[in-house]
């Protein structure tokens, strides 16, 4: 008799999940919801961190190259050094203001400010996220810069190559090769801070799941469904990264 009673209610327990699932995502085709709101957080985030290493890597080399050479530069003076010093301050602004900032604010003031007038939201997630980025990229590349022995760039002085030249050809390739895990680790962090995107009415899968649990009355599928999809591909992403530091250490013996 308990063995009847057990199996009924393993059958109920298993009926009432299967009409939660078709009730949250089968009923009004609403998976396509969370398709639709994963493909535009892939996409914000593939975009925002191309913009993000675009703009770490011109601040990086403008910050790098100030602390490098500012007691030369500052002996010799000229048009040159006040350019430099400018940049950097710039730089140091764009910085401090940035990291110092939560980045949801920033999403709402692009959103409800600058680009008031625009009707992508996705672009302007991208741009948000993509300026957020570039502030803590800038300091994963400064910090690749900086480590480089400064022997490199004499030998590639000795070479015949100018500044920009070794910094192309010499310091830059083993910076990438040093950076390249943490920057990866930045592109994971990314994809999960876009989960904020639904604060102005973008559909991303955060938002998605938020719809669902909206039209159904029902939070726990919804929600655990994003929360699942989340960690599927940051596990995928994690992994990769860790074969990517794997062959680097292999490629150092």
Not at 12 to 18: H, T
Not at 186 to 194: A, D, G, Q, S, W
Request: glycine fraction near 8%; charged fraction near 15%.
């Amino acid at each position: 008799m308990l063995k009847l009673f057990a199996k009924l209610t393993d059958v109920k327990w298993i009926a009432d999940l299967m009409s939660e699932f078709k009730l949250n995502f089968i009923d009004g085709d609403r998976w396509q919801w969370l398709v639709d709101g994963l493909l535009n957080t892939l996409l914000i985030t593939l975009f925002a961190t191309l913009i993000g290493i675009a703009i770490g890597i011109c601040i990086a080399v403008v910050r790098s190259t100030y602390d490098k050479n500012e007691e030369s530069l500052k002996k010799r003076g000229g048009a040159g050094y006040v350019i430099l010093k400018i940049a950097n301050s710039v730089c140091n602004v764009y910085l401090t203001v940035i990291r110092g900032t939560p980045v949801v604010v920033q999403l709402l003031i692009w959103y409800f400010i600058i680009m008031a007038s625009s009707t992508n939201g996705v672009l302007v997630a991208i741009i948000a996220f993509g300026i957020n980025s570039g502030a803590y990229v800038a300091e994963i590349f400064r910090g690749g810069i900086m480590s480089i022995d400064n022997g490199q760039f004499e030998a590639g002085r000795s070479l015949g190559f100018n500044y920009l030249q070794t910094m192309i050809y010499i310091i830059a390739p083993q910076m990438i090769k040093a950076v390249l895990p943490t920057l990866c680790n930045e592109f994971i962090v990314l994809l999960k801070e876009t989960s904020i995107a639904g604060y102005v009415g973008i559909m991303d899968l955060t938002k998605a799941g938020d719809l669902i649990r909206g039209r159904t009355f029902s939070a726990f599928m919804p929600l655990i469904a994003v929360a699942v999809i989340y960690l599927v591909i940051v596990m995928i992403f994690t992994y990769l990264v860790r074969l990517l530091e794997r062959r680097l250490r292999r490629s150092e013996h």
